[in-house]
């Protein structure tokens, strides 16, 4: 089936610094990916969809120069918290449509984000 | 704005017991996807429903679709401690990308 890692798994990082998280489809190519985000006890808010050479779509809220997002590959997406906060400490999940005629997503296993 | 309602919001039982949970929405949807997720990972996608009154079994999982297309439940047939985790039901989000809408989700524990 298809494969979507996450790396890294977990990070715990300083307030003020960047973090990148990747998300890979291992065994199929995506030219749209999704970057979702989890905070304890609740569901997955929808970021921003990550399409393969274009610029990433973001959702209501989500401020586009703090959470930056690169789709440079078929396989792989970025997304990269800038000068973060404690407040930005969530699960972030990404995912990847493998076939965009039957919208399955495949999701990724997560990365906890902790900033102190 | 598509909102996807799902109840109850917690539920723990014995093992063997039977349960249903529900995803209502006053939308319609193309399709509707049923996910379980454990702490720490991803969601994992269990089904999918596209036709209003499709009923899909996974084992011990029935899914139904509303004939409305607007609702689906899942059932779960002698419940086992490794059915223990968080079920989320989604919706295509109406974008032209395939986004997807959760709900909150419902967390079922399973006690031996």
């Known amino acids: 089936g298809a494969v979507v890692s996450q790396h890294p798994s977990w990070v715990i990082c300083k307030s003020g610094t960047s973090v990148k998280i990747e998300c890979r489809s291992l065994d199929f190519q995506a030219t749209t990916m999704f970057w979702y985000r989890q905070f304890p006890k609740q569901s997955l808010m929808l970021m921003a969809t990550s399409n393969e050479g274009s610029k990433a779509t973001y959702e209501q809220g989500v401020e586009k120069d703090k959470f930056l997002i690169n789709h440079a590959s078929l396989t792989l997406s970025t997304l990269t918290v800038t000068s973060a906060h404690p407040e930005d400490s969530s699960f972030y999940i990404c995912?990847?449509?493998?076939?965009?005629?039957?919208?399955?997503?495949?999701f990724g296993p997560g990365t906890r984000l902790t900033v102190l | 704005t598509q909102l996807l309602e799902q109840s109850p919001q917690f539920l723990s039982i014995q093992e063997g017991e039977n349960l249903t949970v529900y995803c209502n929405s006053s939308s319609v949807f193309s399709s509707l996807q049923w996910y379980r997720q454990e702490p720490g990972e991803g969601p994992v996608l269990l089904v999918t429903?596209?036709?209003?009154?499709e009923v899909k079994k996974l084992k011990r999982l029935t899914f139904q679709f509303g004939d409305a297309r607007k609702d689906s439940s899942l059932h779960i047939t002698a419940a086992q401690p490794g059915d223990t985790g968080l079920y989320l039901c989604?919706?295509?989000?109406?974008?032209?990308?395939?986004?997807?809408?959760f709900g909150k989700g419902t967390k079922l524990s399973v006690k031996p």
């Open positions: 429903v596209v036709t209003g009154g």
């Open positions: 989604a919706g295509d989000g109406g974008g032209s990308q395939g986004n997807l809408i």
């Open positions: 995912s990847a449509l493998a076939d965009p005629y039957t919208d399955t997503q495949y």
